[in-house]
Antibody, heavy 120, light 111 residues
């Protein structure tokens, strides 16, 4: 069965770079027609779509955050990594990774999420 | 400010029906039949309830249904049950550059 889990720091300082790792099982990002995305949710607020990487290394980013985001994959480790530069307190949120199929436009499996707090 | 507009709250009594709206533009909701709805209970990850406007994944009760008219999509929950109390988010494909956008979420209360 498909499962995903996010990992990374729980606390980062303003201006630092955040690196989050999504480790998954039950599917592969080698030629398979799937993608892994990142979505975040500030406390008490709405979901925000961040980035998505497909099996063929096609990458998509939120236009408003594109300059700060990088998404990569390590097929051998079944991992997807998201980096976000120049972190600010407004970036405090639960960060989720999620699975989708290539030609579907929804996420069918989600990780449990990881809360990242930005504070000095 | 979210790209898609949802009412902040909705409510209904057990057994009743409630409809939640999701308004976008011709560049997202109105332009594609790729509207999804997610349910999120407190402290939990979102769960897909509806995709491609009106399709239900396996395991989702048929009490949940979706529709779309113009730039507005809707989620209807019929025969409300206590376990339906949650936040609901719509999402839409928005083109190859923006890809996908979410709504601001609606808190559904079962009275």
């Amino acid at each position: 069965q498909i499962a995903l889990k996010e990992s990374g720091p729980t606390l980062v300082k303003p201006t630092q770079t955040l690196t989050l790792t999504c480790t998954f099982s039950g599917f592969s990002l080698s030629p398979s027609g799937v993608g892994v995305g990142w979505i975040r949710q500030p406390p008490g607020k709405a979901l925000e779509w961040l980035a998505l990487i497909f099996w063929n290394d096609d990458k998509r980013y939120s236009p408003s955050l594109k300059s700060r985001l990088t998404i990569t994959k390590d097929t051998s480790k079944n991992q997807v990594v998201l980096t976000m530069t120049n972190m600010d307190p407004v970036d405090t949120a639960t960060y989720y990774c999620a699975h989708r199929y290539d030609f579907d436009y929804y996420f069918d499996y989600w990780g449990q999420g990881t809360l990242v707090t930005v504070s000095s | 400010q979210s790209a898609l507009t949802q009412p902040p709250s909705a409510s209904g009594s057990p057994g009743q029906s409630v409809t939640i709206s999701c308004t976008g533009t011709s560049s997202d909701v109105g332009g594609y039949n790729y509207v999804s709805w997610y349910q999120q209970h407190p402290g939990k990850a979102p769960k897909i309830m509806i995709y491609e406007v009106s399709k239900r994944p396996s395991g989702v009760p048929d009490r949940f249904s979706g529709s779309k008219s113009g730039n507005t999509a809707s989620l209807t929950v019929s025969g409300l049950q206590a376990e339906d109390e949650a936040d609901y988010y719509c999402s839409s494909y928005a083109g190859s550059n923006n890809l996908e956008v979410f709504g601001g979420g609606t808190k559904l209360t079962v009275l």
